[in-house]
């Protein structure tokens, strides 16, 4: 999703074919319909119930949804995947450069980030997983 209002309008989507009621704002309507449309288009039996599981558990929560949270969450996990596939930070750093305009993070926090996962526990643990040691 390029935007945020995209984005909301797909998770709006997602909850209203669960929970038909659930209120959309008027300048949403359309694209909400749009991605429902797809949704119902795409999803069949067994998606379309997990779906639905997700959606509830989600409203059950109660829990406030931060989508520009969850999307630098994402940007991040995507800088660690880049990052572990590339085994080379300045690579990693380059490319996020070139997608800078797109990142929902300014590309110094995203760099500090990499930076300190590069030295983790949890960085090592996975080259260790994936065979990619210093000694290989």
């Known amino acids: 999703m390029p935007t945020g209002t995209g984005l909301k309008a797909w998770l709006f989507a997602a909850i209203k074919m669960s929970a038909p009621q ?3 704002a ?3 309507e359309g694209q909400v319909k ?6 119902t288009a795409d999803f069949q039996g067994v998606q379309k119930e997990l779906l639905a599981s997700v ?31 590339a085994h080379d930070l300045t690579m990693a750093t380059e490319v996020m450069r070139a997608t800078e305009d ?9 760099m500090k980030e990499l930076v300190l996962f590069g030295v983790s526990a949890e960085y ?11 000694d290989a």
Do not use: C, H, N, Y
């Open 55 to 85: 959606v509830s558990k989600l409203l059950q929560s109660g829990t406030t949804i931060d989508l520009k949270k969850w999307v630098a969450a994402i940007d991040m996990t995507a800088d660690r995947a880049g990052f572990i596939l």
């Open 26 to 28: 008027p300048d949403l």
């Open 34 to 39: 749009e991605a429902m449309d797809a949704m």
């Open 22 to 24: 659930f209120p959309i």
């Open 102 to 110: 797109a990142a929902s993070i300014p590309s110094k926090e995203r």
């Open 124 to 134: 090592l643990s996975v080259r260790e997983k994936l065979a990619v040691t210093l």
